[in-house]
Every structure is written in structure tokens, then in C-alpha cells.
Nanobody, 121 residues
Framework: QVQLVESGGGLVQPGGSLRLSCAAFGIIFAIHLYDLGWYRQTPGKQREMVASISGGDITNYADSVKGRFTISRDNAKRTVYVQMNSLQPEDTAVYSC?????????????WGKGTLVTVSS
């Protein structure tokens, strides 16, 4: 059983920064082959992809966070990070991490429970 545990959320003022971390616990093989991502969701809205990083370290960002957020991974620590700068009230959401790998005949897809980020003065 694989568990993803996020940390680093909290209350920050507009213009501030936070760094979220998501670590994987349990038995997980070939983590370097997993695509890792951060998603966010607010009440009444669909969950949206914020940032992702592939097994080959190719990154992708939502237009709304480009230039402000940076995703990175440390396979040895089984952890994915997102550095969030210049935070704005519209960035307020529950942020969840995802580890996903599409195998030959199976899909491994793990989610964290989420961590709340509140941007407010």
C-alpha cells in the first residue's frame, strides 16, 4: 500500500511564498518512471492540474501559475516539491499530489489527501 503525504501548506499573505512537499511511503518500485504532479481544488470547482514533472523531468504548468511555481522531484527521497512564489488570493485551494505510472498492462495511480493553502491578508 502506497501513501502520499503532503506538507507545507498554510496561511500566507499575498505576494508571499510557500513550498509544498509530497513524500511517498510504502512499497513503490521504479519511482523514476512515475509522472508526478500537483493539483488543486476549491469548493464548487473541478480539480485542476497545477504542475507536473515526468519521469524524464519534463515539466508542465497551468497558465495561471507559469513563472510563479516551480515543480521538482527527488527520486532518492521519493518526494515531489512545488515552490510557489508571488502567491495571490486566487491560489487559495487544497493542493494534492499525484504519482502515476502507466505500465504495459496496468496503471499505478496514487493520490495524497491534500494540504490547504490560504492566501489572505
Amino acid at each position: 500500500q502506497v501513501q502520499l503525504v503532503e506538507s507545507g501548506g498554510g496561511l500566507v499573505q499575498p505576494g508571499g511564498s510557500l513550498r509544498l512537499s509530497c513524500a511517498a511511503f510504502g512499497i513503490i518500485f521504479a519511482i523514476h518512471l512515475y509522472d508526478l504532479g500537483w493539483y488543486r481544488q476549491t469548493p464548487g470547482k473541478q480539480r485542476e492540474m497545477v504542475a507536473s514533472i515526468s519521469g524524464g523531468d519534463i515539466t508542465n504548468y497551468a497558465d495561471s501559475v507559469k513563472g510563479r511555481f516551480t515543480i521538482s522531484r527527488d527520486n532518492a527521497k521519493r518526494t515531489v516539491y512545488v515552490q510557489m512564489n508571488s502567491l495571490q488570493p486566487e491560489d487559495t485551494a487544497v493542493y494534492s499530489c499525484n504519482f502515476r505510472r502507466v505500465g504495459y498492462n496496468s496503471v499505478m495511480d496514487y493520490w495524497g489527501k491534500g494540504t490547504l493553502v490560504t492566501v489572505s491578508s
